[in-house]
């Protein structure tokens, strides 16, 4: 039985997923967002950014306050959100993990797991996973012993969400945060 260790620390995992997939932006730390621990790659949008730098509206990530900000009555007051997700994806032992990590934000970004090499030789993987995966729009990728990844399966290049909600508008502030740290 194979070790059940990853292949290379989480960040290089990731950085390497991100770029095989062509996402664009900053790689951000690993994350804790609604409960599970993804990692975000997001844009910072300057224009969006500075302004809100002049109205002294900084990142909010108080999650009640901004579902306010879909009330009708407060909609044209709202800062512009200042980053663009690109993609969300968690790097994960086990496929169900992956999975269960990165299914809720497939509709405000583009989502994928990178799992171990061993994971993809199993029967589970090809009768469960990809089927799901692609089922979700999940992209999938395995990491090889030095760490490369490789594609399995592509996923979903489109983001169903038209506008965002309140929930989006809240993952948005909270990669904001984290984002401007990164950055400054």
């Given amino acids: 039985m194979p070790t059940v260790e ?86 994960a032992r086990h496929w169900r993990t992956g999975l269960v990590s990165t299914v809720p934000f497939s509709r405000y970004a583009e989502t994928a797991i990178v799992l171990p090499w061993w994971a993809a030789t199993t029967h589970d993987y090809l009768v469960n996973c990809l089927p799901r995966a692609r089922r979700h729009g999940v992209g999938v990728l395995t990491a090889d012993p030095e760490g490369v990844t490789d594609i399995d399966l592509p996923g979903a290049t489109e983001c169903t969400a038209v506008e965002l909600d309140a929930t989006g508008r809240w993952l948005n502030e909270a990669v904001y945060e984290r984002l401007s740290t990164v950055v400054e």
Avoid: K
């Fill in 6 to 91: 990853l292949p290379a620390p989480v960040e290089q995992l990731a950085a390497g997923a991100a770029a095989r997939l062509g996402w664009h932006g900053t790689v951000l730390p690993p994350m804790t967002l609604l409960g599970r621990r993804v990692v975000v790659v997001a844009e910072l949008l300057t224009d969006a950014h500075a302004e809100r730098i002049c109205l002294g509206c900084p990142p909010v990530p108080d999650r009640a306050t901004v579902a306010t900000w879909v009330w009708p009555e407060l909609r044209e007051r709202v800062p512009a959100p200042a980053v663009r997700i690109n993609g969300v994806l968690a790097v």
